[in-house]
């Protein structure tokens, strides 16, 4: 009798591949062909699971997404720390951080021309400053204008994200974290 397959399993599997696929080598290195000779399947298994390129790419961006909401859940749940050092986790300080900017990044220029895609990142932007707005508030309750604040917070880490990502030399995870901390300094002023 035959192995039961966790079919859930298997499509998150081969969505990480495509999506480590993306990280290493872009988007165009994420063919149905590729990943499947990555993962040792048959384009069919992969085709069970994905019916089209854009189906696996598309669930290569969300299970980057869903990590890195993961890390910060995690963290969220350790009430003793800091909870703007905290949203460190967002930036690309760990590998784990810098593979997952390489795979969102590579999205920008699709999600300018796909409805889907776009609403998807728009989503997980708000779900970005909805963490941010939370932590804001509970490093200082009293903060004025929380979601500008916001919202500049969202531009500082995205600023410093995609710089670290493009040139990682220069902004090594102790620039990061400086430059994110003295922002944070800045945001929680009562003004």
Known sequence: MPAAVDHDEKRE??????????????????????????AG????????????????????????AESTQRRVGA???????????????LLPIDEEGRRAWRVYLQYWPLADHDDELAAEQRWWSANGLSLIRTALWQACPEIEDIDGKATIALSTLLGIAIQATFDPEAWPPNRQRKTWHTHCLLLLTKR
């Open 41 to 64: 399947y048959s384009t069919t298994v992969v085709t069970h699971y994905f019916a089209s390129k854009r189906a696996l790419l598309l669930a290569a961006y969300r299970l980057a």
């Open 75 to 89: 963290l969220a749940a350790d009430c003793s720390s800091n909870p703007l050092s905290r949203l460190e986790i």
């Open 13 to 38: 599997a081969i969505a990480r591949i495509a999506a480590d696929l993306i990280a290493e080598r872009g988007l165009d290195a994420a063919t149905i062909r590729q990943v499947a000779a990555a």
